[in-house]
């Protein structure tokens, strides 16, 4: 029994950041990270697919992905990253997927993505917000929903995409003012 | 990365609008895809193979406990895995028997909410228990995915209907800064002491933000704010008058409002600005266009709140969150407390582990 203590308190550490012993890595189970981030998880890929659908497949796919890529398992702060990796490559497959169709279909639609079931539920302000974001190119769309939802760095950004700061600097910056431009009305003059 | 705060509010609000459109906060985590079970332990596959998918959950919600918490590899799953045919959790912790009285479990924060570095994990139970021991050891929490070792501590409550009981899980410093926390309780079905048992699991993952941590000083008069150990501002300030002492010890923001209205005895204000709460009998830091005098000339006389100037107050107002920490080390009042708001930081480490209410180990 106390060997199954949830918390063995008495021998508490500070939390994060320091290097654990290196004879006993901690490590870290599917389950557990599957219950503490799923719902962090499929948001994530709603906010890039727009579909809760097609969402939680992404993240059952990461999920699938994270099981082969033991390595990861080693170390718990990368299974997190890995995880968000793997949903930020799977939504990017579920839109090309999507765009492919969409050719074959031969069918006129507009160009930006049409609106999410979910829409319905959502303010005006809102809704003209996540238009703009829709319409966005896909980097910029992901950093800015890396940055402003997720709350990462420019560091955990670069690091999530595979691509340079730099890059994650200008895509924010681009993104946030094509956004400007297109909600001006929306933000007012005033204040 | 942009110079409009409006727009990153409105860009933030509409995301988190939309996320949660997506799945709310209640929905129930479902369960993993079948598929995927096998490879999470090899040794044991045998047994997922075997068994029903509800089982093989059941056992993987076992192990996540097991292993998520022991740290080492020695006692790992062994007592899962010689389950054998018996229902693998019975040899953990102890069920409620049929017919228990359920304690129904919630949680007060919302899923992906951003809070300061203080923030205590704040639960409600349904009903009093008498036995907490099953759900400290039904309860998870990684810090950007790893465990970290905290003690629920509980109370309790008065003013919440249905919430008599209220559990807090803190660890023993503040949370780190930046950082993601998750917080499982797989309490279903466990024992709450004879004849009661709990309901349901709890998860929630939210965000710290920076560490943002402001200590007040009576003796000084100033309020110096630090973000993430730098120093960022300094500000005067007038606490409370001696009549009307400001609380001593660490509080925590507990809420925000940009105009309120105030009332105590001799006092009927409204249109305060700025306003952020720190204690439920009510005090706040708040702007005091009246005040000016006392705040610049280091005279304590407000009802208790920490006055500051008005520009200072917005500055304040727009840097701080909910969750962020207010220390008060020397100012004259009574000892802030747990029943004063989130007093969790008033409790020593030591007696915090005992468990409050109810032990805990």
Known sequence: MAALTAMDIGRDVQPSGLPHAPAEPARVDIPTLYNAHWRYLVRLAALLVDDTASAEDVVQDAFVALHRKADALRDPDAALGYLRTSVLNLSRSVIRRRQVARKHLKVAEPEATAPADQDVLLRDEHRATLAAVRALPRRQREVLVLRYWSGLSEREIAESLGISTGSVKSSASRGMAALQRALGAELGGAS | ?361
């Open chain 2, 1 to 361: 990365m942009s110079d409009d705060p409006r727009l990153e509010r409105m860009l933030r609000d509409a995301l988190d609008a939309s996320a949660r459109a997506s799945v709310g906060d209640e929905r129930p985590v479902p369960p993993m895809r079948s598929g995927s079970a096998p490879v999470v332990a090899p040794r044991r596959s045998r047994w997922y193979l075997a068994a029903p998918l509800a089982a093989a959950l059941l056992v993987v919600a076992v192990v996540a406990i097991v292993l998520g918490t022991t740290g080492g590899s020695a006692g790992n799953g062994h007592a899962v895995a010689g389950g054998g045919g018996t229902s693998p959790t019975q040899s953990v912790l102890p069920q409620a028997p049929p017919g228990a009285k359920p304690v129904h479990l919630s949680m007060q924060l919302s899923d992906n909410t951003q809070v300061g570095v203080g923030m205590p994990v704040i639960a409600y139970l349904s009903r009093p228990i008498t036995d907490a021991r099953a759900f400290e050891a039904a309860t998870t929490v990684l810090v950007n995915g790893r465990a970290v070792h905290g003690s629920w501590y509980f109370e309790r409550r008065s003013g919440l209907t249905g919430k008599p009981i209220e559990a807090d899980f803190r660890l023993e410093h503040y949370w780190p800064a930046h950082a993601t926390v998750s917080v499982s309780v797989r309490a279903k079905g466990l024992s709450a002491g004879p004849g009661l048992g709990f309901q349901n699991n709890l998860a929630l993952t939210f965000r710290t933000g920076a560490a943002h941590v402001v200590t007040v000083s009576d003796k000084t008069h100033q309020m110096t704010v630090r973000d993430d150990g730098k120093v960022w501002a300094k500000f005067p300030v007038s606490l409370g008058a001696p009549q009307t002492p400001t609380m001593r010890g660490t509080k925590v923001i507990m809420e925000k409002g940009l105009s309120i209205c105030m009332r105590g005895p001799g006092y009927d204000e409204c249109g305060v600005k700025d306003t952020q709460r720190l204690t439920l009998s009510g005090e706040y830091l708040h702007s005091a266009p009246w005040n000016v005098f006392n705040i610049e000339h280091g005279i304590d006389s407000s009802n208790g709140c920490t006055n500051l100037a008005p520009k200072d107050a917005a500055k304040l107002y727009k840097f701080l969150e909910i969750g962020d920490v207010v220390r008060y080390p020397d100012a004259s009042g009574s000892a802030m407390t747990m029943a004063e708001g989130y007093g969790d930081w008033d409790v020593s480490w030591s007696a915090w582990k005992t468990g409050g209410l109810y032990r805990t180990s």
